[in-house]
Each structure stands twice: as C-alpha cells, then as structure tokens.
Nanobody
Framework: VQLVESGGGLVQPGGSLRLSCVAS????????LNWYRQAPGKERGLVAG????????TYADSIKGRFTISRDNAKNTVYLQMNSLKPEDTAVYYC?????????WGQGTQVTVSS
C-alpha cells in the first residue's frame, strides 16, 4: 500500500488549496479514505472521510462548510479542497486508509496559512 500526498504549501488567510492523494497497492475503489492533520504539539485528528463509492462523507466540525473531500476511483486519487483557510488550519495533512485491520499513512504534506 502506498499513499502519496501533494498540493500543500503556504497560503494567506482566506485562500484555498487542493490536496491530492494518489494510492496504489490495493483495490482503491473498495475502501473508504480519510484525511487527517497534525499541528505542532497536537495529536493527529480526522479532518474528513469518504466512503468507497464517494456517496458518503464525514467532516470534523472545525472545517465543515470550508473543506470538501472527493475521490476519483478511475485515477486512484482522493482530494481535499480547502477554502477560506485560517491560520489554525496550519498542519501536516495525511492521507489514510484502513485495510485488513492495518492503518496506512502517506508521508504528509505541509499546509501553512499565514500572512
């Protein structure tokens, strides 16, 4: 299983970014995928999740209405569209899948929201 994130960077408050996670090594369309984030000195927490078909999503309260998770099963890719970014969204963002009782993580992509 391999998960490779991209799309992070430095953005001003109120700006937008789209993160991507390309997956390989498993049947992508059979699994739900998640985005987590971890800020310095804080625990890693769930940001958003999407079901295998994309028909069901879940979001952390702190990002509802600002972030959107989506997936393209033809491209083995899950996305996180982040709008109206705030300084408190600054963190490393990780793609995650749980498969056969094991958790798999990408290497993470840094998102920094600062003026």
């Amino acid at each position: 299983v391999q998960l490779v994130e991209s799309g992070g960077g430095l953005v001003q408050p109120g700006g937008s970014l789209r993160l991507s996670c390309v997956a390989s090594g498993f049947t992508f369309s059979s699994y739900g995928l998640n985005w987590y984030r971890q800020a310095p000195g804080k625990e890693r927490g769930l940001v958003a999740g999407i079901s295998s078909t994309g028909g069901s999503t879940t979001y952390a309260d702190s990002i509802k209405g600002r972030f959107t998770i989506s997936r393209d099963n033809a491209k083995n890719t899950v996305y996180l569209q982040m709008n109206s970014l705030k300084p408190e969204d600054t963190a490393v963002y990780y793609c995650h899948v749980r498969r056969m009782g094991l958790n798999y993580w990408g290497q993470g992509t840094q998102v920094t929201v600062s003026s």
